[in-house]
């Protein structure tokens, strides 16, 4: 099975600020990497596909880049909506999915 | 308008057996894959079932053998029969719908539409 490990697992940042999270993948997976957000008491919502494609109506300060076994999820300027928590999942080893652990992003 | 929407949840004793809806609009189960994936609470996102276009279906270890997903096409709704319920199988169960896009010849699949979710608790 492909393990994927996110790091970090929280993070605090300021609206405005820069943010990446992290996403490894056990084993290369290529670009079969896609990121979501979920927000308390809502279900995930679809950010990023294959690694780097804006999912359509996503706010153009996120970004997703990679490939192979490491990749990352960049918001480039915070806002107060975008504190959530992101999953990355590979879908390399379709159909047998798996999820990253989550990074919780909060407000500092 | 895209929707799912679920239903079918509630408190089940372990042992017990239940059975999950999503309810699809603007759009065909039928012609698409369709995955369920879950959430215990405080926990992360957890694949447990995807049934294709074609009527393949597959499963996740920890349901395989216990849990069915299947769908009727003139209803255009997705269902989940979950049997010999476990503590553990205590979550928000989604439904989503699966995208495939190709890329130099390959599918890669992702999830674009989700439904709220349906809460199933297994407690004696």
């Known amino acids: 099975d492909i393990q994927m490990t996110q790091s970090p697992s929280s993070l605090s940042a300021s609206v405005g600020d820069r943010v990446t999270i992290t996403c490894r993948a056990s084993q290369s997976i290529t670009n079969y990497l896609n990121w979501y957000q979920q927000k308390p008491g809502k279900a995930p919502k679809l950010l990023i596909y294959a690694a780097s494609s804006l999912q359509s109506g996503v706010p153009s300060r996120f970004s997703g880049s990679g490939s192979g076994t490491d990749f990352t999820l960049t918001i480039s300027s915070l806002q107060p909506e975008d504190f959530a928590t992101y999953y990355c999942?590979?879908?390399?080893?379709?159909?047998?999915?798996?999820f990253g652990q989550g990074t919780k992003l909060e407000i500092k | 308008e895209v929707q799912l929407v679920e239903t079918g949840g509630g408190l089940i004793q372990p042992g017990g057996s239940l059975r999950l809806s999503c309810a699809a609009s603007?759009?065909?189960?039928?012609?698409?894959?369709m995955s369920w994936v879950r959430q215990a609470p405080g926990k992360g996102l957890e694949w447990v079932s995807v049934i294709y276009s074609g009527g393949s279906t597959y499963y996740a270890d920890s349901v395989k053998g216990r849990f069915t997903i299947s769908r009727d096409n003139s209803k255009n709704t997705l269902y989940l029969q979950m049997n010999s319920l476990r503590a553990e199988d205590t979550a928000v169960y989604y439904c989503a719908r699966d995208r495939g896009i190709t890329i130099f010849g390959v599918v890669l699949y992702y999830m674009d539409v989700w439904g709220k979710g349906t809460t199933v608790t297994v407690s004696s």
């Open positions: 999942q590979q879908s390399y080893s379709t159909p047998m999915y798996t």
């Open positions: 603007g759009f065909t189960v039928s012609t698409n894959y």
